[in-house]
């Protein structure tokens, strides 16, 4: 065996052995245990002068159908489809009045992505397993919204549960100045009313 190959089988077998390392720390740091329940998000909607910040919280097996690192190409795929239907925030948000514009929207997968590919592909490849944890993983959005005919703001609709349907239930709790509310929202109840 070359100098070179020889080298590199041995640089190879640090990485792996500091990567599993290193998987094992960074497991436990990021992955939160929750208490989501399957079939039901959170979201809050805070409103204070002409910003509406809305805050969502949703277990990945809701929105993406799994709860584990993302490692194979259409779990990889499926991730990407659902950031993009968190992003398009008008066919999840319908309000009534307020002339509303979408300023900011991020969203966190962290939870189900897998940033190390790289060394993944890697150990799949050495048909190396690493145990992954058996919890919950949330996947969290955030939109922040101004409106610059605030006090016309009657309502809003969530149509959650037509992008995700896995989401059967969706508990909200809103603040409006000094007015708050809470609404569970469903199938047949999509609409938020500002008092
Ligand atoms: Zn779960």
Redesign the pocket.
């Known amino acids: 065996m070359p100098a070179t190959a020889i080298l590199f089988a041995k640089v190879c077998f640090l990485m792996l052995a500091m990567s599993s390392l290193c998987y094992g720390h960074s497991e436990h740091h990021h992955k939160t245990i929750s208490a989501?329940k399957?079939g039901e998000a959170e979201m809050s909607i805070a409103i204070e002068g002409e910003d509406v910040e809305i805050d969502l919280q949703g277990?990945?097996?809701d929105i993406v159908g799994f709860?584990h690192k993302a490692h194979k190409d259409d779990e990889k795929l499926k991730l990407a489809q659902a950031k993009l239907k968190l992003q398009a925030a008008r066919s999840i948000f319908q309000f009534e009045g307020g002339d509303c514009k979408l300023l900011e929207h991020n969203s966190d997968f962290s939870a189900v992505e897998d940033k190390r590919s790289n060394i993944a592909d890697h150990i799949h490849t050495t048909h190396i397993n690493i145990p992954e944890a058996k919890q919950?993983?949330d996947i969290n959005a955030h939109y922040h919204f101004k409106c610059t005919n605030i006090d016309s703001l009657k309502s809003l609709s969530i149509n959650i549960n037509e992008i995700f349907p896995a989401i059967e239930k969706t508990d909200v709790s809103w603040i409006k100045n000094q007015h708050q509310g809470h609404e569970k929202l469903g199938k047949n109840h999509s609409k938020v009313i500002f008092k």
């Open positions: 989501h399957h277990s990945a097996a709860e919950h993983s």
